[in-house]
Every structure is written in C-alpha cells, then in structure tokens.
C-alpha cells in the first residue's frame, strides 16, 4: 500500500500499476499489475470454494452463446476441446465488426467489449520501434474482428429471452466490407 498527499505522485503510481496505461488498453511507458492486496486475497480464498459450480454454469451459458450464433454463417464461435476445462467470464466470437456488433449487445443489456483495440506494437510504449498498421496482420486483424460477449451468471433462458435476432444485426452490419 502507498499513502501520499501528492496528487502527482498518485496519479503516476496508479498508471504504473495498472500495466503503464494512461487510457484504456493504451499503454504509454512499462508498468505492472499489483492489484491483489491481503484483504482481496482473503475474500478470494473463500470464493474459492464456489469456483467449480460457477465453472459449470459459466460454460453452459457460454454454450448457449455458441448455439445462438452459430446459427448465421458470418459469426465464427471459438474452438472448445472436449478435452479442456474453460473458465471465462467472456466468449470471444469472430464477427464482420466487432465494434458494431458491440454496439448492438449493449442495446440488448448484454455486456461485450473489443479487448485490446490498440495492439501492442501500435502502443506508445513502442512508437520508438517504428512500426506501423500492417507489419503484424495477427495482431490487427482482432481488434476489428472479435468481440467478447460477457458470459452471465444467469439461467440459460435469460440468454435465450436476451438473444433473439442479435446474430443477423451483426452480420449485416453496414461497417463490414469484405475483401
């Protein structure tokens, strides 16, 4: 823990905690994530004994997300191995636009975000490197194209209810040009 009456010294240390970033997902110098404090960690080992039930609904519910969206050929679900043991709090799905698909789940009250839309060799941190959209089309290409759909803790059928129509409005969507 840091205590000052510095507002400088605060705002400085609070960016350099949360991975050097100075705006969401931009980092502009190095920094670290040390969030944990004692008083978290001792919340979290009581938590622990919940995780396996909220594993199992989280998944089923991330399977209705699948189910829903596989219906439009424009939308590509991710790849879950039988054989793996996921535990997420959000689906990343392949989509035409991810930004207007992200638009359109929060009009139906269903949480999304693009993570990390500034990939990390256009990050500040690394202008001094020198390079430019394009030098590394793996790292462009999901910021555009992949939007994580939040995986409640809810019933199946809330998702279901708050799901209809959502998978043709993104695959229709106006900001999408194929190649």
């Not at 793996?84 to 636009?97: L, Y």
Request: proline share 7%.
């Amino acid at each position: 823990m840091i205590v000052t009456n510095s507002t400088e010294r605060d705002e400085r240390l609070r960016i350099l905690r949360n991975h050097g970033q100075t705006g969401k997902y931009v980092s502009s110098e190095p920094g670290w994530n040390g969030r944990l404090d004692e008083m978290q960690a001792a919340i979290l080992r009581v938590k622990l004994r919940h995780i396996a039930g909220w594993q199992r609904a989280r998944q089923a519910h991330a399977a209705e997300y699948t189910r829903h969206f596989a219906q439009n050929s424009g939308i590509m679900p991710p790849l879950v191995r039988k054989a793996t043991n996921t535990f997420s709090t959000s689906t990343p799905f392949a989509w035409k636009s991810a930004t207007n698909c992200s638009v359109f789940l929060s009009e139906k009250k269903i949480g999304s975000a693009v993570y990390y839309p500034v990939p990390l060799h256009l990050q500040p941190l690394y202008a001094s490197l020198g390079h430019k959209e394009g030098d590394f089309p793996h790292a462009d290409t999901p910021r555009r194209k992949f939007c994580s759909a939040d995986v409640p803790g809810v019933a199946a059928s809330s998702i279901d209810a708050r799901s209809g129509g959502r998978h043709e409005s993104c695959a229709t969507s106006p900001a999408y040009a194929p190649k």
